[in-house]
């Protein structure tokens, strides 16, 4: 497996940088992370290393040296991590949770899956086009497939993500079969809600992903100014192994079956999977409400 890989994250104009990112790889499957904790909530940036640690703990766990269903691990890292920030805020007593929204895609066997809850988004380039984009969980998104009832909604709503007392709604995309030099982008919304869908696109296909990241964490922040959100962007370029060119990037190829590598933190993983099922989740959700009614009862 040959890939090459940047990532850049900047505070922009906010007090504290809310958003996560990495990745890790072992030697036949990749691991591309990002999520944006949500402002209005307490701990977001607490929310978005959760995710993280928690994807990329399960992610250690199943790859030896891949998964053995791709679908299956995203579903359910991303329901790990919902629980994860769930218990966080039960044990710290909380009565609003940490919120997150959290992208990841996954490479193994020469092709991508990803899956995403919110609105960070993935864009997959190919040959200097846009071959794919997530479709943000958002209010807007919704109207513009004309649903009736939200022309009065804030349009920059979420409508689900990761700690909220209800149970998140996600997609899963792939697999898509990676050929030389396609490239897959993370980011959250301080780029692509500052930069149009054809700026990343052109910027991101016509330079390696070195250059190219930097130059649209940068532009984004020159054009929004002192108020700019966090702006985080992970991009990889893929390589086909038989291909001459190369970006002198990361190989595996000398990588054992327990070789693991990770730019994430890493984080607790006892008892994730464990108790990790629907009634256990709902309990924690029923909790965290029972906490927040009662909260408000006291401030009434």
């Known amino acids: 497996m040959k890939f090459s890989v940047f990532q850049v994250s900047r505070l922009g104009g906010r007090e504290k940088n809310e958003d996560r990112m990495g990745y890790c790889y072992t030697r036949e499957a990749g691991l591309f992370a990002l999520a944006d904790g949500m402002g209005g909530h307490p701990d977001g940036e607490v929310a978005a290393q959760i995710a993280l640690q928690t994807v990329s703990a399960l992610f250690q766990r199943q ?8 679908k299956e691990f995203l579903a359910e890292a991303l329901m790990a991590a919902h629980h994860q920030i769930l218990r966080h805020a039960m044990e710290k007593g909380m009565a609003d949770t940490p919120r997150t929204t959290l992208v990841a895609a996954v490479v193994q066997d020469g092709r991508a899956e990803w899956i995403h809850c919110g609105d960070s988004r993935l864009y997959m380039v190919r040959g200097g086009e846009l071959l794919a984009r997530t479709r943000d969980h958002s209010y807007q998104e919704l109207r513009k497939m004309a649903i009736a009832g939200l022309e009065k909604v804030n ?18 995309t792939g697999p898509v079969t990676l050929e030389q030099g396609d490239r897959i982008l993370l980011c959250s919304d301080g780029l692509w809600g500052t930069l149009s869908d054809d700026t990343i696109v052109r910027q991101i296909a ?48 000398g990588f054992d079956d327990e ?36 909260s408000a009862a006291r401030k009434a």
């Not at 790859?63 to 791709?70: F, G, M, N, Q, S």
């Not at 100014?225 to 702006?231: A, F, R």
Request: aromatic share 4%; net charge negative.
């Open 259 to 294: 070789a693991f590598e990770s730019t994430i933190q890493a984080g607790p993983v006892d008892a994730i999977v464990d108790d990790l099922d629907d009634d256990a989740i709902e309990r924690s959700i029923a909790e965290i409400n029972e906490a927040i009614r009662r």
């Open 63 to 70: 790859a030896r040296p891949k998964l053995p269903d791709v």
């Open 155 to 172: 349009r920059n709503v979420l409508f689900t993500c990761l700690g909220s007392p209800s149970k998140p709604i996600y997609d899963i």
């Open 206 to 253: 016509r330079q390696a992903v070195a250059h190219a990241v930097p130059d649209l964490v940068e532009d984004a922040l020159r054009k929004a100014g002192e108020h700019s959100d966090n702006v985080t962007v992970i991009a990889m370029e893929w390589e086909t192994p038989d291909a001459f060119a190369t970006t002198q990037g990361i190989s595996t190829e």
